[in-house]
């Protein structure tokens, strides 16, 4: 379990919102629309409960591709 929340307590709401912004830039966040994405509102019973920072929705982008291609490839994930 990751301590700041890189990996856990992610709603799919949030994830669903990272990749498909993603996917419309060619599979990259800048750092505005990792602003944008971290100031969505979200469940507070299911959220994380301090805000998302930039660098988070980077890094959540970053393991959630990974996994996507070791999906792809047919590895454990």
């Not at 996917?23 to 507070?44: K, M, T, V």
Request: aromatic content about 8%.
């Amino acid at each position: 379990m990751e301590i700041d929340g890189l990996l856990t307590h992610w709603t799919p709401d949030e994830d669903r919102n990272i990749m498909y912004t993603a996917w419309q830039n060619g599979g990259s966040l800048d750092e505005a629309e990792c602003a944008r994405i971290a100031a969505l509102p979200l469940d507070p019973a299911k959220a994380w409960p301090l805000p998302r920072t930039p660098q988070q929705i980077r890094a959540r982008l970053d393991w959630l591709l990974e996994r996507f291609i070791k999906s792809q490839a047919g590895c454990p994930q």
